[in-house]
């Protein structure tokens, strides 16, 4: 049989579907955002800087015609997640995807580099918070909907290249991020190794359910850090480069789209090969 050659041009779409994209206000999340529109999603943007997130939706509405809805939304505070799905729900009557994509670099960058020798259990809770309990709670809050669901749904967490492989601490000598010094701190590894383990947790959980549980895992994108982080970084890489946040949304549609109807559970990593090294 002659396959349908429409029926696989438009298996990418995401028309009229419902997607929630947290930290859509971010580097990445504004591009996510723009993808979904783009295949035809309902996009709620959601971000704990309400002023980020209603720009985004200005700028999808003046280059796309498209229009997309700003949430203020803190995803570490369950309250604040369980309020806005519910309103997202009452809108429009269900959810069909959740991006589940935001995290934190703490209120301070230079606590969020310390060392692990000095590093303030403050900000290592701050940084879960959000990173991994902010995570659970929109998976949670989203999950009570879709169980509802007869068509299920679509869940993707994004992770980071750190949370399945270590930093190598040599490429960190004279390294910055937006003038402070960096290197990868063990609180952010830890809580994007945890994002695949919950991803994993869930696919098992809601299979049942017609839901989709995947991880999206982006490797090193260029967003501020200095010329000598970019060369020693590119060095490990095949490609020879860091990524550009807009070479992350291709394989975001893929994940939420029916072209992955049989894939739950699985870590799709964009990391220039980084990984095979």
Avoid at 58 to 83: C, M, R
Avoid at 141 to 154: D, L, S, T
Avoid at 161 to 171: F, K, M, N, S, T
């Amino acid at each position: 049989m002659k396959p349908d050659l429409k029926s696989l041009e438009n298996c990418f779409r995401l028309d009229q579907k419902v997607a929630i994209v947290t930290g859509g206000g971010g580097i990445l999340g504004r591009q996510f955002c723009s993808g979904l529109a783009q295949f035809g999603a309902i996009v709620c943007i959601c971000d704990i800087n309400i002023e980020a997130a209603q720009k985004v939706s200005t700028e999808i509405e003046q280059q796309f015609g498209l229009k997309s809805h700003p949430y203020l939304l803190d995803v570490s505070n369950e309250e604040s997640a369980e309020s806005v799905i519910d309103d997202i729900e009452r809108r429009f009557g269900s959810i069909d995807i959740l991006h589940n994509n935001a995290a934190t670099k703490s209120s301070s960058l230079e606590k969020f580099f310390a060392k692990v020798e000095t590093y303030d259990p403050e900000t290592w809770h701050e940084v879960m918070s959000v990173n991994v309990t902010g995570m659970f709670n929109m998976a949670k809050a989203v999950g009570k909907k879709m169980v509802n669901q007869e068509q299920g749904g679509c869940v993707v967490q994004t992770s980071s290249i750190y949370g399945i492989l270590a930093p190598d601490q040599r490429i960190y000598s004279g390294s910055r991020y937006m003038g402070t010094e960096i290197n990868t701190p063990a609180v952010y590894s830890v809580s994007k190794a945890a994002v695949v383990g919950l991803t994993n947790y869930l696919s098992t959980y809601w299979a049942d359910k017609k839901i989709r549980v995947n991880t999206l895992t982006p490797g090193g994108v260029s967003s501020g850090q200095n010329d000598v982080f970019a060369q020693k970084y590119s060095q490990r890489v095949p490609l020879g480069r860091m990524a550009e946040a807009h070479e992350m949304v291709g394989a975001l549609i893929f994940l939420a789209s029916p072209a992955a109807s049989y894939i739950t559970g699985q870590n799709l990593v964009v990391d220039g090969g980084l990984g095979v090294w």
